[in-house]
Protein backbone atom coordinates (compact mmCIF):
# COMPACT_ATOMS: atom_id res chain seq x y z
CA UNK A 1 0.00 0.00 0.00
CA UNK A 2 2.91 2.38 0.57
CA UNK A 3 4.24 1.71 -3.03
CA UNK A 4 0.64 2.30 -4.06
CA UNK A 5 0.53 5.68 -2.44
CA UNK A 6 4.02 6.97 -3.71
CA UNK A 7 4.00 6.18 -7.42
CA UNK A 8 2.42 7.46 -10.07
CA UNK A 9 -0.26 4.76 -11.28
CA UNK A 10 -4.07 5.03 -12.90
CA UNK A 11 -4.19 1.71 -10.59
CA UNK A 12 -6.85 1.85 -8.25
CA UNK A 13 -5.50 0.21 -4.33
CA UNK A 14 -7.33 -2.92 -5.36
CA UNK A 15 -5.95 -3.35 -8.91
CA UNK A 16 -2.39 -2.43 -7.97
CA UNK A 17 -2.78 -5.52 -5.13
CA UNK A 18 -3.68 -7.69 -8.09
CA UNK A 19 -0.36 -6.73 -9.71
CA UNK A 20 1.25 -7.66 -7.29
CA UNK A 21 0.26 -10.98 -6.65
CA UNK A 22 0.44 -11.67 -10.33
CA UNK A 23 4.29 -10.43 -10.06
CA UNK A 24 4.25 -12.70 -7.18
CA UNK A 25 2.85 -15.70 -8.78
CA UNK A 26 5.60 -15.38 -11.83
CA UNK A 27 8.50 -14.62 -9.34
CA UNK A 28 7.34 -18.12 -7.92
CA UNK A 29 6.74 -20.06 -11.29
CA UNK A 30 10.45 -18.46 -12.05
CA UNK A 31 12.10 -19.65 -8.57
CA UNK A 32 10.54 -22.96 -9.52
CA UNK A 33 11.35 -23.68 -12.93
CA UNK A 34 15.64 -22.92 -11.81
CA UNK A 35 15.18 -25.59 -8.97
CA UNK A 36 14.12 -27.81 -11.89
CA UNK A 37 16.98 -27.44 -13.25
CA UNK A 38 19.22 -28.35 -10.38
CA UNK A 39 17.17 -31.07 -9.97
CA UNK A 40 18.48 -34.57 -10.80
CA UNK A 41 14.97 -36.28 -11.32
CA UNK A 42 13.95 -35.79 -15.40
CA UNK A 43 10.75 -33.40 -15.67
CA UNK A 44 7.78 -35.77 -15.55
CA UNK A 45 9.07 -38.86 -14.11
CA UNK A 46 7.48 -39.89 -11.06
CA UNK A 47 9.25 -39.33 -7.69
CA UNK A 48 10.83 -42.50 -6.08
CA UNK A 49 8.86 -44.58 -3.18
CA UNK A 50 11.88 -43.64 -1.12
CA UNK A 51 11.12 -39.89 -1.70
CA UNK A 52 7.18 -40.06 -0.97
CA UNK A 53 8.20 -42.38 1.82
CA UNK A 54 10.45 -39.60 3.20
CA UNK A 55 8.71 -36.67 2.83
CA UNK A 56 5.12 -37.96 3.65
CA UNK A 57 6.53 -39.13 7.11
CA UNK A 58 7.60 -35.45 7.64
CA UNK A 59 4.62 -34.11 6.66
CA UNK A 60 3.20 -36.48 9.46
CA UNK A 61 5.46 -36.02 12.41
CA UNK A 62 4.93 -32.05 11.33
CA UNK A 63 0.85 -32.13 11.78
CA UNK A 64 1.13 -34.48 14.63
CA UNK A 65 3.71 -32.22 16.43
CA UNK A 66 1.51 -29.04 15.58
CA UNK A 67 -2.17 -31.13 16.90
CA UNK A 68 -0.65 -32.78 19.78
CA UNK A 69 2.50 -31.67 21.15
CA UNK A 70 0.98 -28.79 22.89
CA UNK A 71 -1.32 -30.80 24.47
CA UNK A 72 1.49 -33.12 25.21
CA UNK A 73 3.07 -30.55 26.95
CA UNK A 74 0.65 -28.35 28.46
CA UNK A 75 -0.20 -32.15 30.39
CA UNK A 76 3.49 -33.01 31.11
CA UNK A 77 4.39 -29.74 32.84
CA UNK A 78 0.72 -29.81 34.58
CA UNK A 79 1.16 -33.11 36.28
CA UNK A 80 4.68 -32.37 37.14
CA UNK A 81 3.95 -29.00 38.37
CA UNK A 82 4.35 -28.48 42.25
CA UNK A 83 1.10 -28.54 44.69
CA UNK A 84 0.00 -25.38 45.42
CA UNK A 85 -2.82 -25.68 48.34
CA UNK A 86 -5.22 -23.79 49.64
CA UNK A 87 -4.21 -21.98 53.00
CA UNK A 88 -7.58 -20.43 53.83
CA UNK A 89 -11.01 -20.28 52.57
CA UNK A 90 -13.93 -17.63 53.22
CA UNK A 91 -17.47 -17.33 51.96
CA UNK A 92 -20.24 -14.79 51.66
CA UNK A 93 -24.09 -14.63 51.16
CA UNK A 94 -25.71 -11.63 50.16
CA UNK A 95 -29.25 -10.19 48.36
CA UNK A 96 -28.34 -8.48 45.16
CA UNK A 97 -28.52 -5.04 45.95
CA UNK A 98 -27.82 -5.46 49.61
CA UNK A 99 -25.32 -5.75 52.58
CA UNK A 100 -24.10 -9.22 53.09
CA UNK A 101 -26.49 -11.76 55.05
CA UNK A 102 -23.99 -14.49 56.24
CA UNK A 103 -19.80 -14.63 55.91
CA UNK A 104 -17.66 -17.17 57.90
CA UNK A 105 -14.11 -18.45 57.44
CA UNK A 106 -12.97 -21.96 57.10
CA UNK A 107 -12.64 -23.78 60.65
CA UNK A 108 -9.90 -26.45 59.43
CA UNK A 109 -8.21 -27.64 56.33
CA UNK A 110 -7.38 -31.02 55.61
CA UNK A 111 -6.33 -33.82 52.79
CA UNK A 112 -8.64 -36.17 51.47
CA UNK A 113 -8.14 -39.56 52.74
CA UNK A 114 -7.75 -42.79 50.53
CA UNK A 115 -11.20 -44.40 51.58
CA UNK A 116 -12.93 -40.69 50.64
CA UNK A 117 -11.09 -40.46 47.63
CA UNK A 118 -11.84 -44.32 46.67
CA UNK A 119 -15.59 -43.30 47.37
CA UNK A 120 -15.84 -40.22 44.79
CA UNK A 121 -14.25 -42.46 42.19
CA UNK A 122 -17.00 -45.09 42.54
CA UNK A 123 -19.54 -42.52 42.12
CA UNK A 124 -18.19 -40.55 38.93
CA UNK A 125 -16.62 -43.52 37.27
CA UNK A 126 -20.04 -43.66 34.90
CA UNK A 127 -20.18 -39.92 34.36
CA UNK A 128 -16.29 -38.76 33.89
CA UNK A 129 -14.14 -41.09 31.55
CA UNK A 130 -10.65 -41.81 33.28
CA UNK A 131 -11.64 -40.12 36.39
CA UNK A 132 -8.61 -41.29 38.47
CA UNK A 133 -6.13 -39.71 35.47
CA UNK A 134 -7.94 -36.35 35.69
CA UNK A 135 -8.88 -35.59 39.58
CA UNK A 136 -5.78 -37.03 41.78
CA UNK A 137 -6.02 -37.67 45.39
CA UNK A 138 -3.47 -35.10 46.20
CA UNK A 139 -5.12 -32.17 44.60
CA UNK A 140 -8.09 -32.41 46.96
CA UNK A 141 -8.73 -30.84 50.20
CA UNK A 142 -11.45 -31.02 52.55
CA UNK A 143 -12.73 -27.35 54.29
CA UNK A 144 -14.95 -27.26 56.83
CA UNK A 145 -16.25 -23.66 57.04
CA UNK A 146 -17.95 -22.27 60.26
CA UNK A 147 -21.72 -22.25 60.29
CA UNK A 148 -21.56 -19.31 62.75
CA UNK A 149 -20.82 -15.74 61.27
CA UNK A 150 -17.72 -13.76 61.58
CA UNK A 151 -19.72 -10.61 62.28
CA UNK A 152 -23.16 -9.51 63.29
CA UNK A 153 -25.61 -8.38 60.54
CA UNK A 154 -25.19 -4.72 59.65
CA UNK A 155 -27.80 -2.97 58.06
CA UNK A 156 -29.74 0.33 58.79
CA UNK A 157 -33.40 -0.06 59.78
CA UNK A 158 -34.71 1.85 56.31
CA UNK A 159 -32.53 -0.73 54.08
CA UNK A 160 -33.90 -3.70 56.48
CA UNK A 161 -37.62 -2.03 55.36
CA UNK A 162 -36.53 -1.94 52.03
CA UNK A 163 -35.11 -5.78 51.82
CA UNK A 164 -38.50 -6.65 53.72
CA UNK A 165 -40.66 -4.62 51.15
CA UNK A 166 -38.45 -6.02 48.69
CA UNK A 167 -38.98 -9.79 49.45
CA UNK A 168 -42.53 -9.05 49.96
CA UNK A 169 -43.36 -7.55 47.00
CA UNK A 170 -41.57 -10.98 45.08
CA UNK A 171 -43.17 -13.52 46.17
CA UNK A 172 -46.67 -12.10 46.13
CA UNK A 173 -45.79 -11.08 42.40
CA UNK A 174 -44.05 -14.71 41.90
CA UNK A 175 -41.01 -12.07 40.99
CA UNK A 176 -37.96 -13.33 40.76
CA UNK A 177 -35.02 -12.42 43.39
CA UNK A 178 -31.19 -13.66 43.11
CA UNK A 179 -28.89 -14.96 46.09
CA UNK A 180 -25.53 -14.42 45.71
CA UNK A 181 -22.72 -17.07 46.96
CA UNK A 182 -18.70 -16.31 46.58
CA UNK A 183 -15.96 -17.57 48.25
CA UNK A 184 -12.64 -16.20 48.10
CA UNK A 185 -9.61 -18.90 48.42
CA UNK A 186 -5.95 -18.04 49.65
CA UNK A 187 -2.93 -20.07 48.67
CA UNK A 188 1.31 -19.54 49.85
CA UNK A 189 2.93 -17.66 46.80
CA UNK A 190 4.89 -20.21 45.22
CA UNK A 191 5.43 -19.32 41.57
CA UNK A 192 4.66 -15.49 39.94
CA UNK A 193 2.82 -17.24 37.42
CA UNK A 194 -0.21 -18.35 40.56
CA UNK A 195 -2.73 -16.11 41.25
CA UNK A 196 -2.55 -15.92 45.45
CA UNK A 197 -6.16 -15.11 45.99
CA UNK A 198 -8.65 -16.87 43.94
CA UNK A 199 -12.72 -15.71 43.80
CA UNK A 200 -15.81 -16.87 42.59
CA UNK A 201 -19.55 -16.81 43.04
CA UNK A 202 -22.78 -18.40 42.22
CA UNK A 203 -26.02 -16.60 41.91
CA UNK A 204 -29.34 -19.01 42.93
CA UNK A 205 -32.63 -17.67 41.98
CA UNK A 206 -35.34 -17.98 45.18
CA UNK A 207 -38.29 -20.04 44.41
CA UNK A 208 -41.85 -18.29 45.41
CA UNK A 209 -41.80 -20.82 48.67
CA UNK A 210 -37.92 -19.71 49.99
CA UNK A 211 -38.88 -15.95 48.93
CA UNK A 212 -42.25 -16.43 51.16
CA UNK A 213 -39.99 -18.39 54.46
CA UNK A 214 -37.52 -15.67 54.12
CA UNK A 215 -40.21 -12.91 54.48
CA UNK A 216 -41.88 -14.47 57.69
CA UNK A 217 -37.90 -14.60 58.70
CA UNK A 218 -37.17 -11.05 58.64
CA UNK A 219 -40.97 -9.80 59.62
CA UNK A 220 -42.04 -12.76 62.18
CA UNK A 221 -44.52 -10.37 63.60
CA UNK A 222 -46.81 -11.17 60.86
CA UNK A 223 -49.48 -13.57 61.70
CA UNK A 224 -49.39 -15.30 58.33
CA UNK A 225 -45.91 -16.61 59.07
CA UNK A 226 -46.39 -18.41 62.23
CA UNK A 227 -43.92 -21.59 62.49
CA UNK A 228 -41.82 -20.28 60.00
CA UNK A 229 -38.36 -18.99 60.91
CA UNK A 230 -36.12 -20.42 58.48
CA UNK A 231 -34.55 -20.11 55.16
CA UNK A 232 -33.62 -23.35 53.30
CA UNK A 233 -31.74 -22.70 49.70
CA UNK A 234 -30.86 -25.63 47.09
CA UNK A 235 -27.81 -25.41 45.56
CA UNK A 236 -26.34 -22.50 47.22
CA UNK A 237 -22.60 -23.87 47.19
CA UNK A 238 -20.91 -25.77 44.80
CA UNK A 239 -19.62 -28.98 46.68
CA UNK A 240 -16.31 -29.66 44.71
CA UNK A 241 -14.85 -26.02 43.68
CA UNK A 242 -11.54 -26.21 41.51
CA UNK A 243 -8.75 -23.74 42.44
CA UNK A 244 -6.82 -23.03 38.82
CA UNK A 245 -3.29 -21.48 38.98
CA UNK A 246 -5.45 -18.28 37.71
CA UNK A 247 -8.53 -17.38 36.50
CA UNK A 248 -12.08 -17.27 38.10
CA UNK A 249 -12.67 -20.40 40.60
CA UNK A 250 -16.19 -22.28 39.83
CA UNK A 251 -17.60 -25.60 40.81
CA UNK A 252 -16.77 -29.06 39.31
CA UNK A 253 -18.61 -32.44 39.17
CA UNK A 254 -22.37 -30.34 39.43
CA UNK A 255 -22.86 -31.33 42.96
CA UNK A 256 -23.98 -28.77 45.05
CA UNK A 257 -24.98 -27.43 48.88
CA UNK A 258 -27.93 -26.75 50.28
CA UNK A 259 -28.19 -24.80 53.21
CA UNK A 260 -30.70 -23.55 55.86
CA UNK A 261 -30.62 -20.19 56.83
CA UNK A 262 -31.47 -18.66 60.04
CA UNK A 263 -31.26 -15.21 61.87
CA UNK A 264 -31.14 -14.79 65.37
CA UNK A 265 -30.84 -11.83 67.45
CA UNK A 266 -29.95 -10.23 70.97
CA UNK A 267 -30.67 -7.24 73.03
CA UNK A 268 -27.22 -7.69 74.91
CA UNK A 269 -25.74 -4.68 73.94
CA UNK A 270 -28.23 -3.25 71.83
CA UNK A 271 -30.36 -4.99 69.46
CA UNK A 272 -27.74 -7.16 67.24
CA UNK A 273 -28.96 -9.69 64.58
CA UNK A 274 -26.98 -12.53 62.99
CA UNK A 275 -27.54 -15.15 60.38
CA UNK A 276 -26.70 -19.09 60.79
CA UNK A 277 -26.00 -21.67 58.11
CA UNK A 278 -26.74 -25.20 58.59
CA UNK A 279 -25.88 -27.76 55.79
CA UNK A 280 -28.68 -29.50 54.47
CA UNK A 281 -28.69 -33.41 54.34
CA UNK A 282 -24.81 -33.04 56.12
CA UNK A 283 -22.74 -36.04 56.36
CA UNK A 284 -21.73 -35.30 59.94
CA UNK A 285 -24.65 -34.43 61.73
CA UNK A 286 -22.24 -33.30 64.99
CA UNK A 287 -20.12 -31.06 62.65
CA UNK A 288 -19.95 -27.69 63.29
CA UNK A 289 -19.75 -26.31 59.76
CA UNK A 290 -19.87 -27.03 56.19
CA UNK A 291 -18.09 -29.58 54.31
CA UNK A 292 -16.64 -28.33 51.23
CA UNK A 293 -14.04 -29.59 48.94
CA UNK A 294 -10.71 -27.63 47.29
CA UNK A 295 -9.46 -29.30 44.04
CA UNK A 296 -6.22 -26.94 43.71
CA UNK A 297 -4.43 -27.28 40.55
CA UNK A 298 -0.69 -27.99 40.05
CA UNK A 299 1.73 -24.72 39.41
CA UNK A 300 4.42 -25.68 35.96
CA UNK A 301 7.68 -25.26 37.35
CA UNK A 302 10.23 -22.48 36.07
CA UNK A 303 9.51 -20.64 32.93
CA UNK A 304 6.80 -23.08 31.89
CA UNK A 305 4.26 -21.52 34.41
CA UNK A 306 3.71 -18.16 32.68
CA UNK A 307 3.44 -20.27 28.93
CA UNK A 308 0.40 -22.50 30.86
CA UNK A 309 -0.95 -19.63 32.51
CA UNK A 310 -2.29 -18.68 29.24
CA UNK A 311 -4.20 -21.86 28.75
CA UNK A 312 -3.60 -24.00 25.33
CA UNK A 313 -6.67 -22.68 23.46
CA UNK A 314 -5.16 -18.71 23.83
CA UNK A 315 -1.83 -21.28 22.83
CA UNK A 316 -3.28 -22.25 19.44
CA UNK A 317 -4.96 -18.82 18.95
CA UNK A 318 -1.72 -17.15 19.58
CA UNK A 319 -0.09 -19.22 16.62
CA UNK A 320 -2.88 -19.21 14.24
CA UNK A 321 -2.76 -15.48 14.70
CA UNK A 322 1.12 -15.24 13.94
CA UNK A 323 0.73 -17.15 10.65
CA UNK A 324 -2.10 -15.55 9.49
CA UNK A 325 -0.12 -12.21 9.89
CA UNK A 326 3.11 -13.96 8.42
CA UNK A 327 1.17 -14.64 5.25
CA UNK A 328 -0.05 -11.23 4.82
CA UNK A 329 2.80 -9.60 5.35
CA UNK A 330 4.42 -12.29 2.00
CA UNK A 331 1.30 -11.41 0.04
CA UNK A 332 1.95 -7.74 0.38
CA UNK A 333 5.17 -7.65 -0.44
Known sequence: MIDWVFTDTVLNLFQWITVQKVWFLIYQIKNRREQEKREIRILGTPPSLLVKILYGAVLVLLFLGLIWG????????????????????????????????????????????????????????????????????????????????????????????????????????????????????????????????????????????????????????????????????????????????????????KENVGCILSLSSSNFSGSSEWWTLEEVNGTDPAAAGIKLWVYSDRVAPGIFGSIVSIGYVHFGIQRVTNYTTAMLLQLEC
Open 70 to 253: PLIFFSLVTETGSLNPATSMSIEVSLEGFQPLFTARQLNISNMTDSEYHQLVDKYKDDTAQFASIYRIDNFQNVCISNQPASIWVISPPAREQLVAKVQASFQSNGSLNLLSSWTISRTPISTAAQIHLSGQRSVVLSNETLRQLYCTLNHTDSNCSGISTVMVKNLFPYYIRAPTTGESKGIL
